[in-house]
């Protein structure tokens, strides 16, 4: 599972994720998100890694599928990705990732 990024939510954070599975040829993306207990998976989807990427197995962030997880960032009130400080930050502030 890779973490593409850190967005803030209201009593909470999310995570925008992927996993590539090269085998399959498809890319799992997907958002999960941590409130008081533990990590939940929001949504999910699933594309032909041929549609989203190169053969050595790179696929861009930007890209269509993940304009496919924007209603779902949007309907759970995530804010804009934090950058590495910020997120620092929050886990000095006492958040488990």
Same mark, same amino acid.
């Given at each position: !599972?890779?973490?593409? @990024? =850190?967005? /803030? &939510? %209201?009593?909470? #954070?999310?995570?925008?994720? %992927?996993?590539?599975?090269? =085998? $399959?040829?498809?890319? +799992?993306?997907?958002? @999960?998100?941590?409130?008081? %207990?533990?990590?939940?998976?929001? !949504? =999910?989807?699933? %594309? /032909?890694?041929? $549609? =989203?990427?190169?053969?050595?197995? #790179? !696929?861009? @962030?930007?890209?269509?599928? &993940?304009?496919?997880?924007? /209603? #779902?960032?949007?309907?759970?009130?995530?804010? !804009?990705?934090?950058?590495?400080? +910020?997120? @620092?930050?929050?886990?000095?502030?006492?958040?488990? /990732?």
């Amino acid at each position: !599972v890779m973490i593409l @990024a =850190t967005l /803030p &939510m %209201e009593g909470g #954070f999310c995570r925008e994720i %992927e996993v590539i599975d090269q =085998t $399959a040829q498809r890319i +799992d993306l997907g958002i @999960a998100c941590r409130r008081d %207990e533990g990590w939940n998976v929001e !949504v =999910t989807l699933s %594309e /032909p890694l041929s $549609a =989203t990427g190169t053969e050595d197995g #790179f !696929v861009a @962030a930007s890209g269509a599928e &993940m304009q496919g997880l924007q /209603p #779902f960032l949007d309907r759970l009130g995530t804010g !804009v990705a934090l950058g590495p400080a +910020d997120e @620092a930050d929050a886990i000095a502030r006492g958040w488990t /990732p």
